[in-house]
């Protein structure tokens, strides 16, 4: 299929070809005629699959005719998170140059009065993460009762960051008669649930399994003792072609203490998650995409929606605690045709989660042995399976998330706003937690003093002997 069969305007077109596309992707194939024809879309689909174009550019094509009035946006996307909301802002930008269409960009971080400003020139895009939205219509700048088009992107993501009783609240204040496009990337129970309440006989547009990874992406595990994670990951750097890399952390404060390590060694790293103000993060992701940055240390609130096509390998320096998790972090490698690399950092205590991910991809990774493993570390897949939880622990983790979600129900604004600037790591995880076992300090002053220090792998870190049976 080509662009000009979907019907799109002849502006929205010059702008396609403009940006370099020259067919669309399947999501997009599917699902414009249907957004164009005024029919809910129900999309599942990943990042990288070409969807935030999905819903814009048939959205710039509805909007074309008409204006939009002062405090009354004529269509809504909701977004988890800033970046994320900012990225569809820049994407507007790029395929509704050609037109004479406004937006307004509602997200924490950033003054009330620009946006409040913005609103009332009139938006016919309002483009918002959950929290912000609900403060602005608190205080009466926006009204969402001329709402054409609701767009809720990132549903599965919303819930996992407890948005679910904001977006309830959002979609009672848009008339009943709006067009709704939902979109996921897995369809957990609670999300199908919130299908059949918000859309109405929605066309299903399905690109992709939400467990597949990409085949353009080579996996690996590697096996670390926890003490020896610094090093190995230094040693990776030094021995892959990393081109520009993210490393993935599960933990915000392991973040700041990976970022001074690595930049004591010299290495041009930058950071990125949830604690940072909205002029922060965009600028550390600025760094990182412009190339003065060749290493971004990250929380999971980084591992989805970011466009930053370059990304050459993926590090999780902590094995995911949710496997989904997994998928969306290595699915920032490998993008629009590229090789990637994704390689895993585990040690013994992670056999679980390891084991979840497999079966969530439905193929086991590739474990790469060092020569000389401690004996504390497991790279064998039995071993790996002696290591499940405790049932106990299942219940405990089970009984605190149910316990942060009563509790995010009754969110208060300030709250909202805190909590869109945060990871959303459920405080159940960290109820599980062993204590961090930090590095030995001398390995985060400079480089050499470290080799001193070591244990386990010893003087030398040994290559890792890549595609070792299993
Ligand atoms: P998304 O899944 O919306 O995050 O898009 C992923 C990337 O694909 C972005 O860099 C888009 O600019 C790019 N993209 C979207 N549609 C197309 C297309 N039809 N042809 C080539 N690249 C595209």
Known sequence: MKFDELGLAPEIMTAINDAGYTTPTPIQAEAIPHVIAGRDVLGIAQTGTGKTASFTLPMIHRLMKGRAKARMPRTLILEPTRELAAQVADNFDVYGKNTKLTKALLIGGVSFGDQEKAIMRGADVLIATPGRL??????????????????????????????????????????????????????PPEITRLTQQFLSAPARVEVAPPSSTNDNVSQRLISVPKTQKLKTLKKLFDEE?????????????????????????????????????????????????????????ASDVAARGLDIPAVSHVFNYDVPTHAEDYVHRIGRTGRAGRKGAAITLFSKEDGKYIDAIEKLINRKIDVVKSNDTPDDVTTDKEEKAASKPHRKNDGDKKGNEKGERKGLAAFSK????????????????????????????TDNSTGNASDKTQVGFGENIPAFLKNAPE
């Not at 219509?137 to 948005?163: P, Q, S, T, W």
């Open 134 to 187: 609900l403060d602005h219509v608190e205080r009466g700048g926006v009204l969402l009762r001329g709402v054409e088009v609701l767009v809720i992107d990132e549903a599965d993501r919303m819930l996992d960051m407890g948005f679910i009783p904001d977006i309830e609240r959002i979609v009672k204040l848009l008339p009943f008669t709006r067009q709704t496009l939902f979109f996921s990337a897995t369809m």
């Open 414 to 441: 300030n709250k909202r706003d805190k909590k869109e600037n945060s990871d959303a790591i459920p405080k159940a995880l960290h109820a599980n937690d062993k204590p961090v076992q930090k590095e030995p300090k």
């Open 241 to 297: 072609d990393v081109t520009n890399g993210i490393i993935f952390c599960n933990r915000k404060r392991d973040i700041g203490d990976l970022l001074n390590a690595l930049q004591k060694s010299g290495y041009p790293a930058v950071s990125l998650h949830g604690d940072m103000d909205q002029h922060m993060r965009l600028k550390m992701l600025d760094k990182f995409k412009g190339g003065e940055a060749t290493y971004l240390i």
